[in-house]
């Protein structure tokens, strides 16, 4: 009796277990052995000789003289009369060659040219749609802040000052907050959303009260790899302290993983070979103002790996040959050349974690684009 591949007895007890808490389909793994030769996957491992209609090998898994280790090519199973060690392909490469459940899946795959499809956990879905939500109300935000840019000459006046045309601030989507307290509820009637607190757009007051958290700044949509907006920056109109605000991290942005201006430099990165980190927002646009569209600006003061491998591999990969710069600009007078330095110096070392050619180069201080 060939007995149902997706048994116990089947898969080994491990394996069954390990394919019950995997997010791989069952009747994908049935497909699977449908296709895969477990005579041949064994045989990599265990040599087998035929032996009328099957093959058999002494038993990897107990010590014998007597081969008493079988494989049955019509059944794709294996069989011990020895020690009663008893699976299929996939139970084998987790019994013997000490695979993963995902793992041996994933080879067998690979091998008879079929793709793993996965179904998410209700937890995976759960966090997938908080962060819908989440990436829904940022984008809401940033259309208001962006229509709200018309209404303040102070904001305008502010990006003319720093150079900036009115085509530049329409595609980095530069808005403005206004200096009212609950601002947002113009866009977001229920002012009391969750949502919008898990957004970083609104906080939670003493006493109750919510109020926004970017009051009277020009503000930058920060967007991700998929050009979703994931947090803002705000630079301060009044004096206000701080001079910059970013979204504080959320389930969707983290300051230390992401670089401000990626998203629309992607190619520029690409077609040059080679990626500009500079410090701040305003100096992404400056430059991209200037011509210079592969430049992108962490969003503190220091570099960290993620930053290195976030930059596309275009640019990583012609690097190794000797394109990739990682210059820097002193922005901040007070900060000067020494700051420069060594930001440059942590993002040469972590470049380096990358690729080992990567060379950074600090530009002289009359070069800086936006001081
Ligand atoms: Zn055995």
Redesign the pocket.
């Given at each position: 009796m060939r007995p149902d591949p997706e048994s116990p007895a089947a898969l080994g007890a491990a394996a069954a277990q390990a394919a019950f808490k995997s997010m791989i389909p069952h009747d994908f793994i049935s497909t699977l052995l449908g296709r895969v030769d477990i005579v041949e996957v064994i045989d990599r491992y265990v040599p087998l000789k035929k032996a009328g209609a099957n093959y058999q090998a002494c038993?990897p898994?107990?010590s014998?003289k007597t081969p008493?280790?079988t494989v049955s090519p019509t059944k794709q199973f294996y069989h011990?009369f020895?020690?009663g060690?008893h699976g299929t392909a996939v139970g084998f490469l987790m019994e013997h060659a000490g695979k993963a459940f995902p793992e041996a899946v994933e080879e067998l795959a690979r091998e008879v040219g079929l793709e793993v499809p996965r179904v998410e956990s209700a937890g995976e879905k759960e966090r997938r749609d908080d962060t819908a939500e989440v990436t829904r109300v940022l984008l809401a935000a940033a259309k208001f802040y962006r229509a709200k840019l018309k209404d303040s000459p102070r904001a305008i006046e502010y990006l003319k000052r720093r150079g900036l045309t009115g085509e530049m601030a329409a595609r980095f989507g530069i808005g403005y907050a206004t200096d009212a307290w609950q601002a947002l509820e113009a866009v977001f009637p229920d002012y009391g959303d969750a949502a919008l607190v898990e957004a970083g757009l609104v906080i939670n007051g003493d006493g109750g009260k919510r109020y926004d958290r970017f009051r009277d700044r020009v503000m930058f949509p920060i967007h991700d790899s998929r050009g979703r907006v994931i947090g803002f920056g705000g630079r301060t109109l009044g004096g206000g302290d701080p001079k910059y605000l970013n979204s504080p991290e959320t389930a969707v942005f983290s300051k230390g993983r992401e670089l401000y201006g990626l998203f629309l430099a992607r190619d520029a990165i690409r077609d040059a070979g080679m990626v500009v980190v500079v410090e701040g927002y305003m100096d992404v646009v400056a430059l991209a103002q200037h011509g210079i569209e592969y430049s992108v600006a962490t969003l503190g003061t220091s570099t960290t790996p993620a930053h290195a491998t976030a930059t596309p591999p275009a640019a990583r990969q012609r690097g190794a040959r000797s394109k990739t710069r990682f210059p820097c600009w002193p922005t901040a007078r007070t900060r000067g050349f020494s700051f420069c330095r060594t930001a440059t110096t942590r993002t040469i070392s972590y470049a380096s974690a990358v690729e080992s050619s990567s060379r950074a180069r600090s530009l002289p201080r009359s070069r800086s684009p936006n001081t």
């Open positions: 038993c898994f107990h014998e008493s280790f011990c020895g020690c060690a």
